[in-house]
């Protein structure tokens, strides 16, 4: 017997009620892009790894899955190279392209090579997936979406100030409580200044970002591993754990950061984006300034967000800030950018959980036909043209087979109405509408069959 088939661990197949749950999240996020003058474009699933390599860390570039050379891809490689089994140094003989890790880098190559072509500021989205070599867990998978809107080439934190505001409005539709938290790199930066440890940043940075995993204790160890002092961990600690409103929070940091000038420019950018969005009283989630979140990848410069969902046990599930410098890496400096990202997956085991999805989302056919015969269904079929055409999604049922299994598809498949033509609805002129949730049927003009199913 031939062994059943499976697919990549952390890889999913998504059946037609759950390509409908996930073409609702899309839809929904691509309106309210919309709403703010996004464009979409779309980008290949592989780069060069000259675009991926050292954009995201040490740790993202060893989430990188790699691609094989086409042919013979051993042809750079001597047996020395070979017997020294050095992963790092042989994949970068053998392969020369990798799946995107996100559509940031992607997006910020786009930009470089189509500058000509750009009207600045460019604002865009993108919804196709990514891969990461991570390991699988709840909530956590090797391939996935995200949907992305990032704008490039203008300073002005008043796009920080739309990002929220879409973020808002964005789980607002879906019905979903969410915390939004941000924070600033310059005040992280600022902060391994003023306690003697302006070279550790970027471990700094990653350690902290780990606090809700692994504990405060954790992450004091995983300092000192990195090299801070025992006094340099103490004078982190009333930060790490600082509590209060906004407004409290940007004192005291502020205060701490008197000799931070690159410090001093991060609380003064938080204040603005916070005092925007508390002016407009727009927003129906709040919205928490916690230094405690770093964003793992390196290229953020200036603001950081991230928003955790209030009802269900599940990591972020939208992140993004502001990032300077990155298309400096192709050959652009100067010119500035930032962007937000909606992980669509984890979205999905939200509302799942919740049972936040529309019932009219989840139903793909709106009406079946009953397939009583060759006579019926030449007197349906003009019906059912008539019903596409006015925009109702219709079957009709292919076979003339027994009754109880035409009725036993449209339960499978959720179809809300039914229809039904035989030898008295064809001399009358009409058809029987079946309500497939109360068991209600009447007798109706195709006309009114239309009407009846549309409301």
Same mark, same amino acid.
């Given at each position: =017997?031939?062994?059943?088939? %499976?697919?990549?661990?952390?890889?999913?197949?998504? %059946?037609?009620?759950? =390509?409908?749950? $996930?073409? *609702?999240?899309? /839809?929904?996020?691509?309106? !309210?892009?919309?709403?703010?003058?996004?464009?979409?474009?779309?980008?290949?699933?592989?780069?060069?790894? %000259?675009?991926?390599?050292?954009?995201?860390?040490?740790?993202? /570039?060893?989430?990188?899955?790699?691609?094989?050379? %086409?042919?013979?891809? =051993?042809?750079? !490689?001597? /047996?020395?190279?070979?017997?020294?089994?050095?992963?790092? #140094?042989?994949?970068?003989?053998?392969?020369?392209?990798?799946?995107?890790? /996100?559509?940031? +880098?992607?997006?910020? $190559?786009? +930009? +470089?090579? #189509?500058?000509?072509?750009?009207?600045?500021?460019?604002? $865009?989205? &993108?919804?196709?997936? +990514?891969? @990461?070599?991570? $390991?699988? &867990?709840?909530? @956590? *998978?090797r391939e996935f979406y995200q949907c992305d809107a990032d704008v490039v080439g203008s300073d002005s934190l008043l796009n920080e100030v739309e990002l929220m505001q879409i973020v808002d409005e964005v789980f607002t539709r879906f019905g979903v409580r969410v915390l939004i938290k941000i924070n600033n790199r310059k005040i992280l930066t600022g902060i391994a200044e003023v306690i003697g440890a302006a070279d550790k940043i970027v471990d700094i940075t990653v350690a902290i970002d780990k606090l809700d995993k692994i504990g405060l204790d954790n992450v004091n160890e995983e300092l000192r591993s990195d090299g801070l002092t025992d006094e340099q961990i103490r004078k982190l600690q009333p930060i790490i754990t600082l509590e209060g409103s906004n407004d409290e929070k940007l004192a005291t940091i502020e205060e701490v950061l008197r000799d931070s000038e690159t410090g001093l420019k991060g609380v003064e950018e938080t204040r603005y984006i916070l005092d925007c969005l508390s002016m407009q009283n727009t927003l129906n989630n709040a919205i928490e300034l916690d230094l405690t979140l770093a964003r793992g990848l390196n290229y953020y410069t200036g603001a950081i967000f991230e928003v955790k969902a209030l009802d269900v046990e599940i990591g972020s599930i939208t992140g993004g800030g502001r990032y300077d410098n990155l298309t400096g890496i192709f050959g652009m400096p100067g010119l500035s950018g930032v962007g937000i990202s909606f992980g669509a997956d984890r979205i999905f085991d939200v509302l799942n959980q919740l049972d936040l999805y529309p019932k009219e989302t989840l139903s793909a056919t709106q009406i079946l036909f009953i397939n009583f015969g060759e006579k019926e269904t030449e007197y349906c079929l003009p019906i059912v043209n008539a019903a596409r055409k006015a925009g109702l999604r219709t079957e009709i049922y292919p076979d003339s087979v027994k009754m109880k299994k035409q009725m036993s598809y449209a339960n499978a498949k959720q179809i809300p109405f039914v229809a039904l033509a035989g030898e008295t609805e064809m001399a009358e002129g009409k058809i029987t509408l079946k309500n497939m949730e109360s068991g209600e049927q009447n007798l109706v003009t195709p006309e009114d069959l239309i009407k009846a199913v549309k409301s």
């Open positions: =017997m031939a062994n059943k088939p %499976s697919i990549p661990k952390g890889t999913r197949d998504f %059946s037609p009620i759950e =390509m409908a749950k $996930r073409n *609702y999240i899309f /839809d929904t996020i691509r309106q !309210v892009y919309a709403l703010y003058g996004f464009q979409q474009i779309e980008t290949p699933s592989m780069e060069t790894l %000259s675009t991926l390599m050292g954009k995201y860390g040490e740790e993202g /570039d060893k989430l990188l899955f790699k691609i094989l050379n %086409s042919g013979d891809f =051993m042809n750079k !490689v001597n /047996d020395t190279e070979l017997a020294e089994r050095n992963p790092l #140094h042989l994949a970068s003989k053998i392969c020369e392209k990798g799946l995107r890790y /996100d559509l940031t +880098v992607p997006f910020a $190559r786009y +930009v +470089v090579m #189509h500058r000509e072509e750009l009207q600045l500021p460019f604002k $865009r989205y &993108q919804i196709q997936p +990514v891969w @990461r070599a991570d $390991r699988p &867990q709840k909530g @956590r *998978y």
